[in-house]
């Protein structure tokens, strides 16, 4: 397997690039909308920049959130607990880790199954 810190670290800085794009969008598009005398309730275009800012907005918080579960992921690598089930104790395994570097569950768990099972 990749060295789990280092794939998680790539991740992290992915992540801190896709929210400093997000962010600078949406600030664009407030800017924007700023500048403009448009009302968005009555203005045809208006729909348009509200649902931008709103997805906009919604895309951050995620990416907020995804980093978030990486630096958990770090904490629980730097704790000795990274490949272990947070519902079962039991290990999470190497093909899942590989795929999503900061689940804290195994499959079983992921999946609603009983624990462990």
Do not use: W
């Not at 490949?83 to 290990?91: N, S, V």
């Not at 768990?109 to 099972?117: F, I, N």
């Amino acid at each position: 397997m990749d060295d789990p810190r280092a794939q998680l670290e790539r991740e992290r800085q992915k992540t801190i690039d896709r929210l400093a794009n997000l962010t600078e969008d949406f600030d664009k598009v407030v800017a924007a909308s700023r500048d403009s005398n448009a009302d968005d309730e009555h203005d045809p275009e208006g729909s348009t920049i509200a649902f931008e800012r709103s997805q906009l907005g919604a895309l951050a918080e995620q990416a907020r959130r995804t980093l978030t579960e990486i630096d958990a992921a770090l904490a629980r690598l730097a704790a000795g607990t990274y490949t272990t089930c947070e519902r079962c104790g039991r290990p999470i395994s190497k093909d899942r880790l590989r795929a999503r570097p900061a689940v804290r569950t195994c499959i079983s768990c992921a999946s609603g199954g009983p624990p462990g099972a």
